[in-house]
């Protein structure tokens, strides 16, 4: 059995079936992604505009069913483009961002998925909405600009404290009553799941070490 799916399998194992598995192909060639593809799994996640619309843009025409989740900081300038690839953006942090994907909604006719990404750790090299900004962002992308939120997304402080981040995005998610929550990645995912995640973004532990 190929390594790439003889891992995913293992992980699908250990988990519920509710759970969709995001594989992080970022920096991964197309030929290393591609038995997974084959198999039939259908959520693969990109942090690079222009990596994903360079390696997927022919595969996801000629198979639509994929859904490609942009997992990375989105910058302004490739929000169109994004829009135009992507079905999922787990990043939605700025007014301008916001308001720029919904004129892209519009101009391109398309709909898509949307996490608003929360700065859960009030970090500052990190992206993401301050829990104090949260209820007023979201009903600005939901109310006034109509996006599809479907939930919210945090990438937390490495600081030991996993649980704690994770119960309160957990609160967070459902104050708003929202049903998707993104967070968990390789080394963390099963605790995760424990605190409602349904998107896991899985990399390395499927795709192996990075170059």
Not at 31 to 41: A, E, M
Not at 68 to 74: A, E, F, S, T, V
């Amino acid at each position: 059995m190929n390594s790439v799916i003889y891992n995913f399998e293992k992980i699908k194992k250990s988990i519920n079936d509710s759970i969709n598995i995001i594989a992080v192909s970022k920096s991964f060639k197309y030929d290393h992604i591609k038995p997974l593809v084959d198999y039939g799994h259908l959520h693969f996640g990109e942090n690079k505009v222009q990596e994903a619309v360079n390696k997927w843009t022919v595969i996801k025409k000629n198979k639509p069913v994929i859904n490609l989740h942009m997992i990375g900081k989105l910058q302004s300038n490739k929000a169109k483009d994004a829009v135009n690839l992507f079905d999922y953006i787990h990043t939605v942090d700025t007014p301008k961002l916001a308001g720029l994907i919904s004129k892209f909604e519009t101009l391109l006719n398309k709909k898509r998925k949307y996490f608003i990404q929360v700065n859960i750790g009030q970090e500052n090299q990190k992206s993401g909405v301050r829990v104090e900004d949260l209820d007023n962002f979201f009903n600005y992308c939901f109310r006034e600009l109509n996006l599809d939120i479907i939930g919210l997304m945090a990438i937390p402080p490495n600081d030991g404290k996993a649980n704690l981040y994770f119960k309160y995005l957990m609160e967070l998610n459902e104050s708003l009553g929202l049903k998707e929550l993104s967070l968990g990645m390789s080394g963390d995912f099963k605790v995760a799941i424990k605190y409602k995640s349904t998107f896991v973004r899985i990399g390395s532990a499927i795709f192996g070490n990075r170059n």
